[in-house]
């Protein structure tokens, strides 16, 4: 074989490849799911006791169970015990090949001496900043787990500020009495001084213009930690446990690859600020099954960077499953954004069930943002109570943080125009909310070819779609106290409604309005039970919506 021939058959070897991988990746459905792979560990067993551990509530174990899994690590791996008792420690850091088990009974207990937690580089929104250690952590390790029945408590109280209204009047008063600071205007507490000296005048944490961790010592009660936090990982596994009151975010999967979360526990007050439950972020080939999880804010939610530097990242959270979940308080049940900036794709979400969330499946971005999330399916999902959406698109979601950057919000299409596309959802039940579907698009970029399908929504009001294209919605069930009118669509394209049920007498069934409305249409639907089918304002045209006739 000549040289010439040797490499045509190699370049066509790598093609070959090429064109399986993208059809494996392709291929994705829901008979077809990903694949994640569990890590294994050895049998050997070394107790924390065997280290000098005490569970006496009083002593603390730092020393004695990093050591324990540095032995563990150092032999091969295998698992480290922590018996049930009461164990205090500060930071714990993970090594390769170990599963650290939590036997029933077990209470890991972080420190409040916030001095036991170094500042470290870390991340905050997808941005690199300056963090107090996580109490549990973990950086380019393979084969890691946390296991068992026991619980871990990050101590979150004494890292969180918390607003007045968000507590009882005998909670508002024992707050105060633990100690820390009011603000001038006696509405919040800080935990201290230099958190509220922080808070009040904005400061950033963001690791830029050359500043290391060291640089922000005056800051350092502000810079609150995740709890858990695995970066650039393999094969990881968190089961069984409970983890609960988190300073920050609980659950940080960053940029692992091959992750298992099944029937763990997590639990943040109400008021929890950025307490959310899991960020999966710019992880790959993801496993979420059998979890309860009651936060103080997104539940599970999906991540990819944030802004110019996520796009840099440029890597996905992608081939995921997440099913047979239970949420009940977060801001949102399954959740992708807003920091999406390196996309999200693959995502399949199975028999869930939201009761008591802000809102039900949630997306959110903003323009600068970037990124692509497509290829999102969801099915057999069950919902009570939502406080606002069942489902909810918002491409003008925006809270200004210090750390936020200058970002072009010019509406053209650019690097920075987010896009969510290519998604279908069936078999959705939702007993209660406040608004059945939302979607608000970009009029340079709207949310596209989505499928809503075998749904029934109880609701205050039905469909609000603005900036939206190629919505399709099959046998769907509307139930509304408000119906003037069922359907909102404000410069939306490309929609279809088939099979539509709406309450009898309904004072208006759709209101167009918008200049750029167009290909409005409904079939089997029997329009003739509203008392007023159609009104156009704004610029919308009749001929921009389509009724065909027969139920």
């Not at 991340?123 to 963090?131: H, I, M, P």
């Not at 693959?346 to 692509?372: A, H, P, W, Y």
């Not at 970009?442 to 039905?462: D, F, H, K, Q, Y």
């Not at 309450?503 to 003739?528: C, K, M, P, Y």
């Amino acid at each position: 074989m000549t040289y010439k021939t040797r490499l045509a058959a190699l370049a066509l070897s790598a093609l070959a490849w090429c064109n399986a991988s993208a059809q494996n990746t392709a291929s994705y459905s829901w008979t077809n799911l990903p694949k994640i792979q569990q890590p294994v560990f050895k049998k050997d067993t070394l107790r924390i006791t065997a280290f000098g551990a005490v569970p006496d509530g009083h002593a603390l174990n730092t020393k004695a169970i990093n050591q324990a899994i540095d032995a563990c690590s150092k032999k091969g791996g295998g698992v480290v015990l922590v018996p049930a008792g009461l164990w205090i420690t500060g930071p714990v850091v993970m090594k390769s090949h170990v599963n650290l088990h939590l036997q029933e009974g077990a209470l890991l207990l972080f420190t409040t001496d916030k001095s036991q937690y170094a500042i470290t580089e870390g991340f905050y929104e997808g941005k690199a900043a300056a963090r107090n250690e996580s109490p549990i952590s973990g950086k380019d390790l393979e084969n890691v787990a946390i296991t068992g029945k026991g619980i871990v408590d990050g101590n979150g109280d004494v890292w969180r500020a918390v607003n007045k209204n968000q507590l009882t009047e005998p909670q508002w008063k024992e707050k105060i009495g633990s100690g820390g600071v009011l603000k001038d205007d006696g509405k919040v507490w800080y935990p201290s001084e230099q958190f509220k000296k922080a808070s009040v005048e904005n400061k950033s944490m963001l690791l830029t213009g050359g500043k290391k961790p060291a640089d922000f010592a005056d800051i350092k009660d502000f810079l609150r930690p995740n709890l858990v936090v695995f970066n650039n990982c393999k094969k990881v596994l968190l089961e069984g446990v409970t983890f609960q009151n988190s300073a920050a975010w609980c659950l940080h999967p960053l940029m692992v690859q091959d992750l298992t979360i099944r029937n763990v526990r997590v639990k943040n007050p109400e008021y929890a600020h950025n307490g959310d439950g899991m960020d999966i972020e710019s992880c790959k080939n993801f496993l979420i099954e059998g979890c309860v999880l009651d936060v103080g804010d997104d539940a599970i939610c999906i991540k990819s960077g944030k802004d110019e530097e996520g796009r840099k990242r440029g890597i996905p959270t992608e081939n995921g499953i997440i099913r047979n979940n239970i949420v009940y308080q977060g801001h949102g049940g399954f959740v992708v954004g807003s920091e999406m900036s390196g996309g999200a794709r693959n995502i399949f979400v199975e028999q869930c069930t939201f009761m008591g969330t802000d809102k039900g499946l949630r997306f959110k971005s903003v323009r600068g943002r970037g990124g692509v999330v497509e290829k999102i399916y969801a099915r057999n999902i069950n919902m009570k109570d939502i406080k606002q959406e069942a489902i909810f698109f918002d491409l003008y979601y925006f809270v200004k943080f210090a750390t936020d950057g200058e970002r072009d919000m010019r509406p053209v299409v650019n690097e920075g125009t987010p896009v969510f596309k290519d998604m279908y959802f069936e078999n959705i039940v939702c007993s209660g909310a406040t608004k059945g579907v939302f979607v608000r698009g970009l009029p340079e970029m709207p949310v596209r070819n989505i499928v809503m399908e075998n749904m029934v929504l109880s609701a205050e009001t039905g469909v609000e779609l603005t900036d939206a294209d190629q919505i399709a919605f099959k046998n769907v069930k509307l139930i509304t106290k408000h119906s003037k009118p069922v359907i909102l669509a404000d410069n939306a394209t490309n929609i279809t409604f088939d099979k539509l049920q709406f309450n009898d007498r309904t004072e208006t069934l759709i209101s167009v309005q918008g200049e750029r409305s167009q290909n409005i249409s409904f079939a089997h639907t029997d329009a003739s039970k509203a008392q007023k089918v159609k009104e156009f304002s704004k610029g919308a045209q009749e001929k921009s919506l389509v009724i065909h006739e027969g139920k």
